[in-house]
T-cell receptor, first 115, second 115 residues
Framework: GAVVSQHPSWVICKSGTSVKIECRSL??????MFWYRQFPKQSLMLMAT?????????EQGVEKDKFLINHASLTLSTLTVTSAHPEDSSFYIC???????????FGDGTRLSIL | AQSVTQLDSHVSVSEGTPVLLRCNYS??????LFWYVQHPNKGLQLLLK??????LVKGINGFEAEFKKSETSFHLTKPSAHMSDAAEYFC?????????????FGGGTRLMVKP
């Protein structure tokens, strides 16, 4: 149980393109999901907390207009990287808690490469 | 405020020998502690968690960790390393008394297993 699916797993696109990443909780409802960014050989950095039915809470230094988060249902949160540039290339990982309880369950991540 | 320090960025062991990955934490409240493993280009998989029950926690794949409050440590051990254990390991703390319930990640330890 407690499976989180993330799609796509890898995306390569041109600079200026907007890219949408989906995060789904497959067998539980998640009122809160989290989006992380991971640079090579580094730990995870929390970008934002996605709240179902309300606005996301962004961490300091994360551009809200660059990284759009939508959490329209209890099983789906999306992260859209708008007008992506090479510096946005990274590994993005989502997570969710079942019934708001620890631990967080992580998706397999999305590797974003902007040319 | 909470923080996590993984004392070794890299650990190398021979197959069949014991594994010790060190983690120290600081937290203002009674923390929950977790160990996650990340294989290349994958998300994080939960190995084990401590949530104020037994101080010796057994996880998957033969891993275990001991919560020592006096030493503020939560070291991960395994009696005998397998080649498949080679991965990145993250020690994580969650402050359950913090309304934000955020996770704080250690910097990660890369475990290498030699044949």
């Amino acid at each position: 149980g407690a499976v989180v699916s993330q799609h796509p797993s890898w995306v390569i696109c041109k600079s200026g393109t907007s890219v949408k990443i989906e995060c789904r909780s497959l067998d539980f409802q998640a009122t809160t999901m989290f989006w992380y960014r991971q640079f090579p050989k580094q730990s995870l950095m929390l970008m934002a907390t996605s709240n179902e039915g309300s606005k996301a809470t962004y961490e300091q230094g994360v551009e809200k207009d660059k990284f759009l988060i939508n959490h329209a249902s209890l099983t789906l949160s999306t992260l859209t990287v708008t007008s992506a540039h090479p510096e946005d290339s990274s590994f993005y990982i989502c997570s969710a808690r079942d019934k708001g309880l620890e631990p967080q369950h992580f998706g397999d991540g999305t590797r974003l490469s902007i040319l | 405020a909470q923080s996590v320090t993984q004392l070794d960025s890299h650990v190398s062991v021979s197959e069949g020998t014991p594994v010790l990955l060190r983690c120290n934490y600081s937290s203002s409240y009674s923390p929950s502690l977790f160990w996650y493993v990340q294989h290349p280009n994958k998300g994080l998989q939960l190995l084990l968690k401590y949530t104020s029950a037994a101080t010796l926690v057994k996880g998957i794949n033969g891993f275990e960790a001991e919560f020592k409050k006096s030493e503020t440590s939560f070291h991960l051990t395994k009696p005998s390393a397998h080649m498949s254990d080679a991965a990145e390991y993250f020690c994580v703390v969650s402050d359950l008394n913090n309304a934000g319930n955020m996770l704080t990640f250690g910097g990660g330890t890369r475990l290498m297993v030699k044949p």
